[in-house]
């Protein structure tokens, strides 16, 4: 009998980590442009990223890696949804009290690998709603629902962003180190008429631009109000230490399970006010040190799967959640140091935008032993991954999950021959502005310019546009007065794929 369960044994932890079952180790970033790490062009003097580089040489680095759309909450709802967010209102970038966007009873990227025997969790920046509809998130009692009820057994978060109240962590359904005798209050009004960052503007060690003028805390004022909760408070200066612990003791826990980890980095968002130990180790200020931390962040998540000897249990996707933004509200010298350093490489555009800058970013896979060290030009989004581990698990979707995602597994871990999409849909900074790619053509759709300042304006001026990125990537010739006819046929496919309400659909394609 013991010789049986012994057998037995072996061959389930056989089966448990075979090539084609990895864990998995999703990190995205915040903020991070095609240029700004130096395996896309970025100069080790100006910004070293050994660590994202060392990925990108052991493992595939894709030219055309997209996130769906150009600011965080959109591009998060279709990671976690496999649905384009333009199709859902509401799916904006989250403010301090948005009530959770992706609702329970989903089929969900995490709901996915749960059912397939994953150990899930998502450690860091969240930013898509926490709680009931009618009350939004309860900050003093239980966040609920939230990623724990679409598929993560885990949750350690930054629940909004560090730019927006409250500047507190959540794990799982709590605000960590809250003390009930001094509940915590998030709002947008200032409600017990403490200084903000227009009365006391003097005092604060980082000077804003635009919005973030009102609670201060860390020296630095916010977006929104909050009072109370002073024993749960963290410092922006202990967000990747705290989110790596977090990560890495998780990691170690559940070692001999398969697992499926989000690691959410926060760095390049603004405020950026990197770890005193990354101040000033980039020659960009702290936008570029906190990308060194970013890449410190990458190097310890390496570290724990090769102490585990996980490496080769591993498939580590790296990606950014929009492209990048020099300033983004407040005065840290991103455009004054910013010198010949290329954030978007040679995109136009970038957060906030439909052109290439704001969706094409850095997409790395990784796993030692499987993927073949490369570069490949396939198509690949981040919307993709749902259906794509929905493959390589075995489980077929439900007719209604995931309407916009691509099974591209294959071409995410380099299979010879692998394609990955043709067609994508690019979402900017309003749900009316689309770009749209089919192979080399780009179509960018007439839209409002939606609200932002005046640069951000003139980015979006074209109000129709054809683009042919083989020859012109950086989307300068508009050529819908030379090709109409293609410019219609694109049009007009957008169109249909927008009524279809899903894309992975072969009836409106051609
Ligand atoms: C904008 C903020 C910006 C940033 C962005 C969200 C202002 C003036 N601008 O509204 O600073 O927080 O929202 O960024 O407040 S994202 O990466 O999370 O989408
Ligand atoms: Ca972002």
Redesign the pocket.
């Known amino acids: 009998m013991r010789i049986v369960l012994a057998i037995l044994f072996l061959v389930l932890t056989a089966t448990a980590f075979s090539a084609e079952r990895p864990n998995i180790i999703l990190i995205m970033a ?2 991070l442009g095609y240029g700004d790490v130096g395996c896309y062009g970025a100069s080790a003097d100006t910004l070293p990223t050994p660590n994202i580089d060392r990925l990108a040489a052991e493992g595939l680095r894709f030219t055309r890696g997209y996130c769906s759309a150009s ?3 959109p591009t998060r709802y279709s990671l976690m949804t496999g649905q384009y967010a333009f199709r859902q209102q509401g799916t904006g ?1 989250g403010g301090i009290n948005t009530a959770a966007l992706v609702r329970p009873g989903r089929t969900t990227l995490p709901s996915l690998l749960k059912s397939a025997g994953y150990a899930t969790a998502v450690v860091g920046k969240w ?1 898509l709603g926490l709680g009931e509809k009618e009350q939004g998130p309860q900050w003093n009692g239980e966040l609920k629902p939230g990623p724990l009820e679409i598929g993560f057994d885990y949750c350690f978060l930054l629940p909004n ?1 560090n ?1 927006r109240v409250p500047s507190v962590y959540v794990e799982n359904h709590r605000v960590r180190n809250l003390d009930p005798a001094d509940p915590l209050t998030v709002s947008n009004k200032n409600p017990d008429g403490q200084p903000t960052g227009k009365t006391h503007r003097h005092t604060l060690r980082m000077d804003w631009s ?3 003028s009102s609670t201060i805390h860390n020296g630095i004022s916010r ?1 929104g109000f909050m009072s109370g909760g002073k024993a749960a408070l963290w410092r922006d200066e202990d967000l990747a230490d705290d989110f790596i612990r977090q990560s890495v003791a998780w990691i170690e826990a559940h070692q001999n399970e398969r697992f499926f980890l989000f690691f959410s980095s926060h760095d390049c ?2 405020p950026r006010m990197p770890h005193e130990r990354f101040q000033g180790k980039s020659t960009l200020g702290y936008r570029g040190d906190a990308i060194v931390q970013l890449d410190w962040c990458v190097g310890e998540l390496i570290k724990t799967l090769k102490r585990h000897d996980l490496d080769e249990k591993t498939l580590v996707i790296f990606c950014s ?2 492209g990048p933004v020099l300033d ?2 407040y005065q840290d010298g991103a455009e004054e140091k910013v010198g010949t350093h290329q954030p978007a490489g040679m995109y136009r555009g970038g957060k906030y935008s439909v052109y290439e800058g704001g969706t094409r970013i850095p997409f790395i896979t990784w796993w030692p032993g499987q993927i073949r060290p490369g570069v490949s030009d396939e198509m690949v989004c981040t919307i993709d991954l749902a259906a794509s581990v929905a493959a390589m698990t075995g489980q077929s979707l439900p007719q209604d999950a995931c309407p916009d995602s691509f099974d591209v597994w294959d071409a995410l871990v380099g299979k010879r021959g692998a394609s990955g999409r043709r067609q994508l849909i690019q979402q900017g900074n309003n749900m009316r502005r689309l770009g749209f790619i089919d192979r080399n053509w780009k179509l960018i759709r007439a839209g409002d310019t939606g609200k932002g300042n005046a640069r951000r304006k003139k980015d979006q001026a074209d109000s129709l546009a054809l683009y042919n990125l083989e020859v012109d990537p950086g989307e300068q010739y508009n050529l819908v007065k030379v090709h109409p006819d293609k410019a219609k046929a694109l049009s007009d496919q957008l169109n249909a794929l927008i009524q279809a309400g899903r894309s992975r659909v072969t009836a409106v394609l051609p």
């Open positions: 915040d903020d600011t965080c909450t970038i930013h962003t730019d635009h919005g973030h977006i968002h603004v959640d929009n983004d509200g």
